[in-house]
């Protein structure tokens, strides 16, 4: 009988795996899917942020909703409605109709993973718990690496919409695994949910997002973009006011007095943006500047992952090493340099270069995140794990969402200064530069930290056994 520790993991790991897959193959079918639609491939920006900004609405009440109605219920549910807006995605017909089923999957995919990782972390006994979570990030160590070629195979020699419709059959198994192997969770008693805080929080991270993401499009006229960026301030500073006071906030922000998750938090966030912007302008920059096919753009992108997965192996001897501090200091600015290479890349570039570079980039931006991630837990009371897991993962979507926004938004300044229409390789350099330099902008946060900080994540064992790092959610 397969134990508890590697069935429940492998059930979750099949909805982990179709998100990962999902998010990693549109970004190379980007040009294809702009050209069928009839807009503009840069527009295809809303595609991405709308997906990153559900998650970051829903991720906060994900908890609640799985005491409140059954974990195993909103798991099931969740797939569900994944894969619903999956098959709305490969239908669609206008940018407006896959905005709208791409917001439709990322409320799936907001309940879906953390409610199946709360599952986990309930049924799986603690003396197994490491080995379950070891195999839960298969998924998310393959899913980027299988995803962008698979996704430009299936664009250049399909059709895009059977990059959405793939992730049924695997949605069905995940569900009827799920359905027969998952223990029933009846509902827990819940504290009352904090409503106004959820209103305040998703109507100010959405607005401000998704207003900076329109400014210079015909979406809504200039005063509209500018109703809508500062009804989301206003929000957000209700926000404020509002878990200053509340008994249970649904993102606790006196969770900032701890400097060491203030430092994973504001920092992490600055040089998210810089990485988030990367999936959207490396495939465009392929296809569009380079004339590459969707399949080959998807062969280089891959090259990135490969090399997250290598840092996996060295991450604890390095950090034991070098300690946070020093190594957020160099790795993260050596990162930022070469996010900046990438800008100088052009047509002619070897492709065996440029693969080098990405395997580098990837290995280097892996690290940076393992090490975020262990630090921003390090100084957590147990009490406040589940906060704290909730407003970190909250920090994260957000700013992957504003890098696309801000990535998107120098390559139409770049484009409007040139005058024309049609996007050009030279136009994604200033892009590069400008997200890496505000990537550069956490060896700030870092600098600060005490020369100790985090030690208590390194867990020192006997010589003959090796050290690990506890780490947060699993990040590429």
């Known amino acids: 009988m397969v134990s508890p520790a590697r069935l429940l993991p492998l059930i979750v790991a099949s909805a982990l795996f179709m998100e990962n897959m999902d998010s990693t193959v549109i970004a190379t079918s980007l040009p294809a899917i702009a050209a069928d639609l009839g807009t503009d491939p840069i527009v295809l920006k809303l595609a991405f942020t709308t997906y990153l900004l559900s998650l970051t609405v829903f991720i906060p009440i994900s908890g609640w909703c799985a005491d409140r109605f059954g974990a195993k219920h909103v798991f099931r549910a969740a797939i569900v409605v994944f894969m619903l807006g999956s098959i709305a995605c490969g239908y669609a017909q206008s940018l407006g109709w896959l905005i709208a089923a791409r917001a439709l999957q990322g409320l799936g995919g907001a309940m879906m993973v953390p409610v199946g990782r709360l599952i986990i972390l309930r049924e799986v006994p603690k003396s197994q718990l490491v080995d379950a979570l070891a195999w839960l990030t298969i998924p998310a160590l393959i899913g980027p690496v299988v995803g962008p070629p698979i996704g430009g195979f299936i664009t250049t020699y399909f059709d895009w919409r059977w990059i959405f419709w793939m992730n049924i059959p695997i949605g069905l198994i995940g569900l009827m695994v799920a359905s027969r192997f998952l223990p029933e969770m009846p509902p827990e008693p819940v504290q009352r949910l904090d409503a106004r805080g959820f209103l305040f929080s998703a109507l100010g991270l959405s607005s401000l997002v998704f207003g900076f993401t329109i400014i210079g499009r015909d979406f809504l006229p200039l005063y509209g973009q500018v109703l809508l960026i500062g009804l989301g301030a206003v929000c957000l500073a209700l926000y404020v006011r509002h878990a200053a006071t509340a008994k249970n906030p649904i993102i606790d922000l006196k969770l900032l007095r701890i400097p060491t998750f203030r430092a994973g938090v504001e920092g992490g966030s600055f040089y998210r943006i810089g990485v988030g912007a990367i999936p959207f302008l490396m495939p465009l920059m392929f296809q569009l500047g380079f004339g590459l096919t969707a399949f080959q753009s998807g062969l280089l992108s891959c090259w990135a992952a490969a090399g997250a997965i290598a840092m996996k192996f060295s991450a604890s001897a390095l950090l034991r090493r070098f ?85 998107a938004l120098v ?45 208590s994540v390194i867990t020192r064992r006997k010589a003959s056994a090796p050290e690990r790092v506890v780490e947060g959610p699993v990040e590429l």
């Open 323 to 407: 300690g946070f501090r020093h190594l957020l200091l160099f790795n993260g600015a050596v990162s930022c340099l070469l996010m900046a290479c990438y800008g100088l890349l052009s047509e002619v570039t070897p492709f065996v270069l440029i693969s080098v570079l990405l395997l580098v980039g990837g290995f280097l931006r892996s690290l940076q995140f393992t090490a975020m991630n262990a630090l921003t837990y390090s100084d957590i009371d147990r009490g406040d794990t589940s906060n704290a897991t909730t407003f970190y993962a909250v920090a994260q979507q957000f700013s992957l969402s504003a890098g696309v926004a801000v990535a």
């Open 411 to 455: 390559l139409e300044a770049v484009q409007a200064w040139r005058g024309e229409p049609v996007i050009a390789a030279d136009d994604f350099s200033m892009a590069f530069f400008i997200v890496s330099g505000i990537a550069m902008t956490c060896v700030f946060y870092f600098a600060r930290l005490d020369a100790n900080a985090g030690s």
